[in-house]
């Protein structure tokens, strides 16, 4: 249901919200709730499809969610930066760490490369980013990444390594580690060596610097960006 009103709104535009675990937190935030189930959601989910844009709802989603991965975040949420602060349940009762309540959960450990491959055109930084088109994060821009680098790849040697980061998503605990290699070439499908995982796990292109900062990505994604462009 997330992926499918996801695809919906942004590339459809249909009226449909959205409603994943930054948009629930909101929402469980906005009324003081601390309890969620189906009825309760189907209930936001009315009431975000009064309010959302009809013309852009992707929009109003990608938003939406942008804000619950920058703002209202799960833990030590910045506040005094929403737009939603006087409507506040939580923030009025003081609840903004309690609530939602913190889960238990037995998390899968794994452990990820993420692969940024960067070149220059006309005094130009360009970075290949890709949309992925199945699984978690379908619709999502994010940098191809792999568990296993292949053999040929290997021979590569990273111009740049940035921090490594740890992405939480359902039941896994992935650990990023970001590489940035340089290549020469004008279009990376006429780029033997490249691993085949950069073209086939989503449509890509090379996006500026800025393009990168107004693409909706992950949290980790958005942290890795700033980290490479700054």
Not at 30 to 55: I, P, Y
Not at 170 to 177: A, D, I, P
């Amino acid at each position: 249901d997330y992926t499918a009103c996801a695809v919906l709104s942004i590339s459809f535009k249909q009226a449909l919200p959205v409603m994943d675990a930054n948009v629930r937190r909101i929402c469980q935030r906005l009324a003081c709730q601390r309890e969620w189930n189906r009825s309760v959601e189907g209930e936001w989910k009315k009431a975000l499809t009064l309010v959302m844009s009809k013309k852009e709802p992707g929009l109003f989603n990608c938003a939406l969610m942008q804000m619950g991965q920058l703002v209202c975040k799960r833990s030590h949420p910045d506040c005094t930066k929403c737009p939603l602060l006087k409507e506040c349940g939580a923030y009025k009762e003081n609840l903004t760490e309690e609530i939602p309540p913190k889960r238990k959960r037995t998390l899968i450990d794994k452990t990820s490369q993420v692969l940024i491959f960067k070149r220059e055109e006309d005094h130009r930084l360009l970075y290949w980013i890709i949309q992925r088109k199945t699984g978690i994060g379908r619709s999502l821009w994010a940098f191809p990444r792999t568990a296993v680098m292949d053999q040929v790849f290997s021979s590569w040697i990273p111009s740049q390594k940035l921090a490594e980061r740890t992405h939480f998503y359902t039941r896994y605990r992935e650990n990023l580690l970001p590489l940035v290699y340089t290549i020469n070439q004008g279009c990376i499908e006429e780029t033997p060596d490249i691993p085949a995982v950069a073209l086939v796990e989503g449509e890509g292109f090379w996006a500026t610097a800025g393009e990168l900062k107004n693409l909706a990505v992950p949290a980790v994604y958005r942290k890795i960006i700033n980290e490479l462009i700054t």
